[in-house]
């Protein structure tokens, strides 16, 4: 991870700034679905888990040649006039490292209902009684609503956590998502 690049994106009157990177995130994920990508990862800038917010910048992370081949590509036509993108830097010299990974939350009761009557051979009754409606978990989380190439899922919230940073950078792959439950990324 020793290069990056940022993505801005311009003021819309017209789009909310949450759909306009949820476009370019969802043109991400096809990208990286298309190139097979594992060795580019992601990072918002502008994070606040407080508000919830992941910003107006979607900074991306890789080798030189990753990120070439990736700004090469077609992904972003007919996104350029609501973005500005940065030319691919070296990344500072002593910098801190987090990790960003996506969150699941056990949020569908009725789901996890199914689930414990074929495991444990339950009754519906039994079922409900053991996992009720307020069971759902709720993330108070940063996240974009979009739909996986990969898998053909409809649109799904994909919560992001950008956990705390430290010291030293932990290697390991990304998903399609750029996105790592073990690889961290250069934090500044």
Sequence with gaps: MEHYLDIRLRPDPELAPHHLLGALYARLHRALV????????????DYDERKPTLGQRLRLHGTKAALHDLMASPWLNGMQDHLTATDISSVPAGVRHCRVSRVQAKSSPSRL???????????????????????????????????????????????????PPGA?????VFNSYGLSHEATIPWF
């Design 34 to 45: 298309h190139f097979g990508s594992q060795n580019i990862g992601v990072s918002f800038p």
């Design 168 to 172: 030293e950078p932990v290697s390991g």
């Design 113 to 163: 209902r199914r689930r414990a009557m074929r495991r444990h051979n339950l009754e519906a009754d039994a079922a409900e009684q053991r996992i009720p409606d307020a069971a759902a978990e709720r993330l108070q989380l940063p996240f974009l609503v979009l739909g996986s190439r990969s898998t053909g899922q409809p649109a799904f919230p994909l919560f992001i956590r950008q956990g």
